[in-house]
């Protein structure tokens, strides 16, 4: 009877050690899955901030990636501040991955019973004229899982926001 108890202990024993890499590695996963989703609700904050930074602005010329106003939105996005005084936000996001999108309503489309916004706001030949709407969107921004013997590549996040344009 002695016998039988301590070949019991031994099999639970031999079961939890065949777990414990098993819960380590779902514990791992779940970690990582945590800091890519608050990764990618940052950078739609981020997004967001320069987006309803600048559709609440007067005068911006979204066709110069120079614009005063442009640069300081982006700065507005990444640090809290239009002067770049305090540190960005999201480590490794720079302000060349930040693309700022002006866009207007397709009137033809419009027509014919589709609502499309594909004709920016720097596109002249349609009109040209303020916007009706700002897409910001983040490209370039990679994050690469850490999982212990699981070799996976760098995941690619490109959150995209879009707000009505008020400014005039």
Known sequence: ?????????GSMILETVMLIPIIVLLLVGMTQ???FTYTYV????????????????????????ADPTVAAAISFGLTGTTDNSQPVF?????PDMILII???YDKVAQ?????SCAI????????????DY???????YTLQPRIPFLPIDAIPLRPQVKVHFGGV
Do not use: W
């Not at 009877?1 to 202990?9: E, K």
């Not at 999201?90 to 720079?94: D, F, P, R, Y």
């Not at 027509?111 to 609502?115: E, R, T």
């Open 1 to 9: 009877m002695s016998r039988n108890r301590h070949a019991r202990r």
């Open 33 to 35: 899955i945590a800091k």
């Open 42 to 65: 940052e950078l739609r904050k981020v997004a967001n901030s320069v987006a309803s930074y600048l559709a609440t602005q007067q005068g911006v010329d979204f066709c110069n990636a």
């Open 90 to 94: 999201v480590t490794g996001l720079t």
């Open 102 to 104: 002006p866009e207007r």
């Open 111 to 115: 027509v014919s019973g589709v609502c």
């Open 120 to 131: 920016t706001g720097c596109d002249v030949a349609n009109g040209g004229g303020e916007p």
């Open 134 to 140: 700002i897409s910001v969107s983040i490209n370039g």
